[in-house]
């Protein structure tokens, strides 16, 4: 049995027969030896491959891109078609979950619309990394999941965590970045994949200044504890507070945290567990490395 669903009753739909790992890739861009650099026994159930060139794969792109606008609508950040493929399809890949489209719950059916559910399945999230031109480090471009949409009995739990961490396992990728918003709900998954840097706190050149660029090696060893909620002995060890916090709703403050990133002063660090159990507008307290 995975170790994985041993840690939360919440986690049996991973093994579920109408429920399936996906990798969206070009033929180019797959990985040849996927997961081979953690070897987790997390994801029970083989993945199978889609292929965004080929016609009659061009259903499950589309409906990709139906449940992403939906679960980025809010936040008015949905994906272009056009940068889907140019910086996703093209240079990357896509991962996620799906289900058997005939299996799927009302409520999914209801908010993805009858005319999007066309093909055996359906994508019920997504997350999509592209490769830096720095060695071994990739960029997390778009995390979404259809649980942001959906009741919460309906909700398959840790669906957003799970679909990036089959995406860095898949992938065997060793350093991830990102960007996300400071007071964003994602902020309590992106921080559990490894020990979170902060390289711009405050980040003019993206369409929200106040969003955030992070940078983390993987590692799989602390990823079970967002499911056990556990404090990491490893982040206790290595990293002290550095002796100031930042306000998230706060742009003066995230500009001189950003200040003190610019002046060298870091790197700096934040820790998951609070992050997850703070309210997402609360100050965060910054962290560096001890020693
Ligand atoms: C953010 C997102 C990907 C999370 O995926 P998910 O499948 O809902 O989340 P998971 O089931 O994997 O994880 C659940 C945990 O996430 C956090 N979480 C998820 N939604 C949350 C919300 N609306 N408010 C606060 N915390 C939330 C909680 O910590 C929760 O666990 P807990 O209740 O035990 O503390 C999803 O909500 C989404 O698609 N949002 C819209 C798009 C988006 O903003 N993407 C992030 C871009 S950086």
């Not at 998230?248 to 002063?265: G, M, N, Y």
């Amino acid at each position: 049995m995975s170790s994985l669903l041993k840690l939360s009753p919440k986690l049996g739909w991973l093994a579920q027969d109408d429920i399936r790992p996906f990798v969206l890739a070009r033929n180019e861009c797959r990985v040849t030896d996927p997961g081979q650099l953690f070897s987790l026994d997390w994801f029970v159930n083989d993945f199978f491959y889609m292929d965004p060139l080929v016609i009659e794969d061009v259903y499950f792109a589309n409906a990709l891109l139906n449940m992403e606008h939906k679960a980025f609508a809010s936040n008015d950040m949905p994906m272009p078609r056009w940068v889907f493929y140019d910086c996703a399809i093209m240079p990357g890949f896509v991962a996620g979950f799906a289900q058997r489209t005939e299996r799927l719950a009302p409520s999914i059916r209801k908010i993805l619309g009858e005319e999007n559910l066309l093909g055996e399945w359906t994508p019920i999230s997504m997350f999509i990394t592209i490769p830096t031109m720095k060695s071994h480090e990739w960029m997390a471009h778009n995390l979404s999941s259809v649980n942001a949409l959906i009741p919460k009995e309906d909700r398959f739990y840790g669906l957003g965590f799970l679909s990036k961490a089959f995406g860095l396992s898949y992938a065997n990728i060793e350093w991830c970045c990102g960007v996300t918003q400071w007071t964003s709900p994602a902020m309590r998954l992106h921080t559990y994949y490894g020990f979170f840097e902060v390289l711009t706190a405050y980040t003019p050149a993206h369409t929200h200044a106040t969003s955030l660029t992070y940078r983390l090696k993987v590692n799989p060893a602390e990823w079970s504890r967002f499911f056990t909620k556990e404090a990491s002995k490893e982040f206790d060890q290595r990293f002290k507070p550095a002796g100031f916090e930042v306000d998230p709703e706060d742009e003066k403050s995230l500009i001189a945290f950003h200040k003190k990133i610019s002046h060298k002063e870091g790197p700096f660090y934040l820790d998951a567990k609070e992050i997850r159990e703070k309210k997402l507008h609360e100050k965060l307290t910054i962290y560096n490395l001890k020693g």
